[in-house]
């Protein structure tokens, strides 16, 4: 089964600092990472995602994530954060074949300080 | 299109009582996800769909709660008898699965149901 692991559920960061939330995911077979981003009272939306190809994948809003295999991980960094981006951040997995069922990791909150 | 879409928005409702949500996908998708989010648990997958047919229901919490998707436009969560621990916001996601290039869920905005 697979299985993703968020390692911090609050991120507080002073706004123009960089950021990286952390997320570990397990799985035995290939997978396609994501991650999303839900701002308070809203739905979740997608910041970028990982399929094939390059490690390193650029989403919206200047985020991205660099997928590594060897260490089970795909952590997202931002090099210089804005208030906006307060929110809550979601990693999740799911196969590449077979029933696309997607697991999420428990979030990270991430607190932009003004 | 419009984007996933889920009616009510917020619901109050009293223990006891049968609360249906419901949920319309975005045309053309051949999944669609039920979630339930609390403050305790994170972000939980209760059952999903592939063209209208319930693949894995797993994360049904109990016999209390039921889905069913009765076409490819329509899908409903049905909790009866509903109790407080049930008050969470549930989500509703639509994807459509594009074999050896993956997609992501899209989702809607999510109903906030309180049991009192």
């Known amino acids: 089964a697979q299985s993703v692991t968020q390692l911090d559920s609050q991120v507080p960061v002073f706004e123009e600092a960089p950021v990286e939330l952390r997320c570990n995911y397990s799985?035995?077979?290939?997978?396609?990472l994501f991650w999303y981003v839900q701002y308070p009272n809203q739905g979740l939306q997608l910041l970028l995602k990982?399929?094939?190809?390059?490690?390193l994948v650029k989403g919206i809003n200047g985020f991205e994530a660099e997928f590594n295999k060897s260490q089970t991980s795909f952590h997202l960094r931002k090099p210089s954060v804005h208030i906006s981006d307060t929110a809550e951040y979601f990693c999740?997995?799911?196969?590449?074949?077979?029933?696309?069922?997607?697991?999420f990791g428990i979030g990270t909150k991430l607190q932009v300080i003004p | 299109d419009a984007g996933v879409i889920q009616s009510p928005r917020h619901e109050v409702t009293e223990m006891g009582q049968e609360v249906t949500l419901r949920c319309k996908p975005i045309?053309?998708?051949?999944?669609l996800f039920w979630y339930r989010q609390t403050m305790m648990r994170g972000l939980e997958l209760l059952i999903y769909?592939?063209?209208?047919?319930?693949?894995?229901d797993s994360g049904m919490p109990e016999d209390r709660f039921s889905a069913k998707m009765p076409n490819a436009s329509f899908s409903t969560l049905k909790i009866q008898p509903s109790e407080p621990r049930d008050s969470a916001v549930y989500f509703c996601?639509?994807?459509?699965?594009?074999?050896?290039?993956?997609?992501?869920?899209?989702f809607g905005q999510g109903t906030r149901l309180t049991v009192v």
């Open positions: 996601a639509s994807s459509f699965f594009w074999k050896g290039k993956g997609t992501e869920a899209f």
């Open positions: 799985s035995s077979v290939s997978v396609y």
């Open positions: 990982y399929l094939s190809g390059s490690t």
């Open positions: 999740a997995v799911s196969f590449s074949g077979g029933y696309q069922k997607v697991t």
């Open positions: 045309s053309g998708h051949d999944y």
């Open positions: 769909f592939n063209n209208n047919v319930p693949i894995d």
